[in-house]
């Protein structure tokens, strides 16, 4: 449940701005067409992979350790820790919602939009792509190097991060707006080194054979070819 509504909490954060803000209307509307547009397909795509494959991994082990403890561990824990990381991260939101100049959508709107486009497609084509060969047995067990994930071992986390960069972009063109790095960074880092691409892959080296010799050739967060000497089998 909480995975689920991650995204469309922003939304509702973002709105909550929005009807608080002194800012130019026009950049309230852009910048909450791009939050839905990415946290309802967010959700749509977590509550659809994770229907009918019971709780979290990571959240049955905090209830196993926890016993009968877990309702109130995890009010804390799960809850009202995402609650702050969702309230922090939102910063660009509210800086770019705040200030009444500029009253028009400005250079820093178009290339924010522009970044948020790039970091959108490899978020939703990369879960599209690895949904499709999820859904072939014959990839059982297999290795998705195909697509984006050729260029990228977590195109979906690089595109997650790419987005909130490209929210900062537009707060930064309002003033006082560079504060707002702290959201963008603070991302960054959860899908780098905590939530992301470090608790993933060690997971997937230990049971998934082939990923060693896929994270030899392939970039782990940043596009880029393959290595040079490595070939990219299918699978």
Not at 3 to 17: E, I, Q, R, S
Request: proline fraction near 5%; charge should be positive.
């Amino acid at each position: 449940m909480v995975d689920v509504f991650w995204g469309p909490g922003f939304l509702v954060v973002g709105a909550v701005y929005a009807g608080l803000g002194a800012g130019y209307a026009g950049r309230k509307a852009l910048l909450l067409c791009l939050v839905a547009a990415w946290s309802l397909r967010l959700a749509v795509h977590i509550y659809t992979r994770n229907r009918g494959r019971g709780e979290d991994y990571r959240y049955w082990q905090w209830r196993a350790r926890s016993g009968a403890s877990f309702w109130w561990k995890s009010f804390f824990r799960v809850f009202m820790m995402q609650a702050i990381l969702l309230w922090l991260i939102s910063s660009p939101l509210l800086a770019a919602q705040r200030a009444a100049t500029p009253a028009r959508i400005a250079m820093w709107d178009i290339l924010g939009t522009l970044v948020w486009a790039v970091g959108f497609v490899f978020e939703a084509v990369g879960d599209w792509q690895l949904a499709r060969f999820k859904l072939d047995p014959a990839n059982k067990g297999q290795v998705m190097s195909r697509g984006l994930w050729a260029y990228t071992r977590h195109p979906n986390y690089f595109g997650e991060a790419t987005m909130w960069w490209g929210y900062f972009l537009i707060a930064v063109g309002t003033p006082g707006g560079f504060w707002s790095v702290l959201g963008p960074a603070i991302m960054t880092f959860l899908l780098l080194r905590v939530s992301g691409v470090t608790l993933l892959e060690k997971g997937l080296t230990q049971t998934k054979p082939g990923y060693k010799e896929y994270a030899e050739r392939t970039s782990a967060f940043l596009p880029w070819f393959p290595r040079k000497g490595k070939v990219n089998r299918p699978g």
